[in-house]
């Protein structure tokens, strides 16, 4: 198996020496060659050192985690969040793909991210460039906390697909995995659940309408309740709105009309 070098940027003691062991006693193709206490220390790990894996933590006296993005773009090193930070972040992390452990780590996660992040590296510069490009959305959007536009879909091949929100008309769950729809009549699936995206889409405009359907009111052509409460999307595709859901639904077809109307 291939090996990653790895270090733990973390400012409490306790959180560095817990994901060390961690690490140590479950993912063998961890290599740890460093750990530091702030982002100041992490810069100079990343420069002296071969980095492929960093597991960061965001909140942080000083500079915050976000600010060592740059570096570890500039030396090519996978980042992996290790937080209990805000909602923000977290859609913002989710949308772009980026792997995050939430605190207290499950080991069982961190053996997952840990797998995907040497599936990472292994890949192609492509690869390498996604994730740059990722990561540079993510600190232009967390930086000035303007509006989450782009979602990244992970293709199955070790990359992703960048995806505007507005492409998106509606997603279907199959299972474990997510169907969505697109504009350009493209159909990408993704092994997430559906109510994963529920965090990350907008609230004002995805509304879910059924326990296997999320749709964007942008493509919302008509709806009526003659058979249950059934909607036609513009793309011609008909959906049920789950009883339990459509109080909900129209209530977000107002809010929707009434946002639309005052533009």
Not at 238 to 253: G, L, M, N
């Given at each position: 198996m291939?090996?990653?070098?790895?270090i733990?940027?973390d400012?409490?003691?306790?959180a560095?020496s817990?994901?060390?062991?961690?690490?140590q006693?479950?993912?063998?193709?961890?290599?740890?060659?460093?750990i530091?206490?702030?982002?100041s220390?992490?810069?100079?790990?990343?420069?002296?050192?071969?980095v492929?894996?960093?597991?960061?933590?965001i909140?942080m006296?000083?500079e915050?985690g976000?600010?060592?993005?740059?570096?570890a773009?500039?030396?090519?090193?996978?980042v992996?969040?290790?937080?209990?930070?805000?909602?923000?972040?977290?859609?913002?992390?989710?949308?772009?793909?980026?792997?995050?452990l939430?605190?207290?780590?499950?080991?069982?996660?961190?053996?997952?991210t840990?797998?995907k992040?040497?599936?990472?590296?292994?890949t192609?510069?492509?690869?390498?460039q996604?994730?740059?490009?990722?990561?540079t959305?993510?600190a232009?959007y967390?930086?000035?906390?303007?509006?989450i536009?782009?979602?990244s879909?992970?293709?199955?091949?070790?990359?992703?697909?960048?995806v505007?929100?507005?492409?998106?008309?509606?997603?279907?769950?199959?299972?474990?995995?997510?169907?969505f729809?697109?504009?350009?009549?493209?159909?990408?699936?993704?092994?997430?659940v559906?109510k994963?995206?529920?965090?990350?889409?907008?609230?004002?405009k995805?509304?879910?309408?059924?326990?296997?359907?999320?749709?964007?009111?942008?493509?919302?052509?008509?709806y009526?309740?003659?058979?249950?409460?059934?909607l036609?999307?513009?793309s011609g595709?008909?959906?049920?709105?789950?009883?339990r859901?459509?109080?909900?639904?129209?209530e977000?077809?107002?809010?929707?009309t009434?946002l639309?109307?005052?533009?």
């Amino acid at each position: 198996m291939l090996v990653l070098n790895a270090i733990i940027v973390d400012d409490e003691e306790f959180a560095r020496s817990s994901l060390y062991f961690l690490l140590q006693e479950n993912c063998e193709n961890i290599h740890l060659t460093g750990i530091a206490k702030s982002v100041s220390e992490a810069r100079i790990l990343l420069q002296e050192n071969e980095v492929d894996l960093v597991f960061l933590d965001i909140a942080m006296p000083g500079e915050n985690g976000f600010e060592l993005i740059p570096t570890a773009i500039q030396n090519n090193a996978h980042v992996v969040f290790t937080t209990a930070f805000d909602q923000y972040a977290l859609r913002a992390i989710k949308a772009n793909a980026l792997d995050y452990l939430l605190k207290p780590i499950d080991i069982d996660e961190l053996k997952e991210t840990v797998n995907k992040a040497t599936r990472l590296v292994e890949t192609n510069k492509l690869a390498q460039q996604q994730n740059r490009e990722q990561l540079t959305m993510l600190a232009g959007y967390l930086d000035d906390r303007s509006e989450i536009r782009k979602l990244s879909l992970p293709n199955g091949q070790g990359g992703y697909t960048i995806v505007d929100f507005d492409d998106i008309i509606n997603i279907e769950a199959d299972s474990n995995y997510s169907v969505f729809y697109l504009n350009s009549k493209d159909k990408i699936t993704v092994a997430k659940v559906l109510k994963e995206y529920e965090g990350i889409l907008p609230e004002s405009k995805f509304v879910r309408v059924h326990k296997s359907s999320m749709i964007n009111l942008d493509y919302l052509q008509e709806y009526n309740s003659k058979n249950g409460l059934e909607l036609t999307l513009k793309s011609g595709v008909k959906i049920a709105v789950s009883r339990r859901r459509a109080s909900e639904f129209a209530e977000k077809v107002k809010s929707y009309t009434n946002l639309k109307s005052d533009k």
